[in-house]
């Protein structure tokens, strides 16, 4: 069984189009979270959620909104996507402030 | 701001030598640190963690890791090395005094390079 599972692990697509990327954890965490990793392989936390709750929002834009429908899922939408938007997404999750849980990252690519 | 150095982007080691790998961080609080591991075109590994307690910490695969308050370290360590060991290391830090607010912050990441 995957404890951090998203989809699609690959997502190209050109720019200004609207994308999904959807992540569920079977941990029974209480802490989820997205960051992005770019081309020289630098992590950058965006969101992290605590019980269906927004707890850190990292300065990303707004083209992109997360979404927790309940406290095992953690959806990342993003609007009008841009060049600048490529690269690979992951998300995790914790219980607490323990380690944080990986999922297998969602690629990028925008054209 | 919390924030961690990997001062060495790349670390190259003979196989069956010790290697280390190094990592200082900054908070401002409780420092809750922590490895991990990156294979090609995978997600992040967890490898091992200090919260509290004895400062010499042991992972998985054999890894070890000292925390140093002193000097705000927490190095990565391993007696023997592997060719399999070859990989992005990833050093992290919380702030454990913020609770659920805390924030995982990442170092830049050291590439261990294995060679027989």
């Known amino acids: 069984d995957t404890a951090v599972s998203q989809t699609p692990k690959y997502l190209v697509t050109q720019m200004g189009n609207d994308k999904s990327i959807k992540c569920e954890q079977n941990?029974?965490?209480?802490?989820m979270y997205w960051y992005k990793q770019d081309s020289k392989k630098f992590l950058k936390i965006m969101f992290s959620?605590?019980?269906?709750?927004?707890?850190i929002n990292e300065t990303v834009p707004n083209r992109f909104s997360p979404k927790s429908p309940d406290k095992a899922h953690l959806n990342l939408h993003i609007n009008s996507l841009e060049l600048g938007d490529s690269a690979v997404y992951f998300c995790?999750?914790?219980?607490?402030?323990?380690?944080?849980?990986f999922g297998q990252g969602t690629r990028l690519t925008v054209v | 701001a919390q924030s961690v150095a990997q001062p060495e982007d790349q670390v190259n080691v003979a196989e069956g030598n010790p290697l280390t790998v190094k990592c200082t961080y900054s908070?401002?609080?409780?420092?809750?640190l922590f490895w991990y591991v990156q294979y090609p075109n995978r997600g992040l590994q967890f490898l091992l963690k200090?919260?509290?307690?004895?400062?010499l910490v042991k992972g998985s695969y054999g890894f070890e890791a000292e925390f140093n308050k002193s000097q705000t370290s927490f190095h990565l360590k391993k007696p023997s090395a592997l060719v399999s060991d070859s990989a992005l290391y990833f050093c992290?830090?919380?702030?454990?005094?913020?609770?659920?607010?805390?924030?995982?912050?990442f170092g830049t990441g050291t590439r261990l390079q294995v060679t027989l």
């Open positions: 200090y919260i509290t307690g004895d400062n």
């Open positions: 941990l029974g965490h209480d802490t």
């Open positions: 992290a830090v919380r702030d454990g005094s913020t609770g659920t607010a805390s924030k995982l912050t």
């Open positions: 959620y605590n019980n269906k709750e927004l707890i």
């Open positions: 908070v401002s609080g409780n420092p809750y």
């Open positions: 995790a999750s914790s219980q607490d402030v323990g380690e944080a849980f």
